[in-house]
């Protein structure tokens, strides 16, 4: 069965699932199971979005795009600078 990709606004609604269910007294685990994700799932869900609100979840996961996007752009230019220094030093 191939895995399930959940987008800030699923995983947002199945964390306010979930805690519905954790005041109902039920476990985490079988919390987890009816919402079909595995325990480790949940904890880091509720680690990264535990306190946030959708429209700020939505931001985080673009700023964490732009940020991917960027940072190899950013890593660029020096490793070309070296280049460009290192044949500078050859040519004299």
Partial sequence: MPKKRYNAE???HKLR???VLIAQDKSIAETCKQL?????TYYRWHKEYGGIKGDQAKRLK???AENARLCPARAAPAHQ???TFGEFINFW
């Fill in 81 to 83: 600078l070296q280049l």
């Fill in 17 to 19: 699932e979930a805690n």
């Fill in 36 to 40: 079909d994700v595995t325990d480790q």
């Fill in 10 to 12: 699923e995983i947002m």
């Fill in 62 to 64: 673009k700023l964490e």
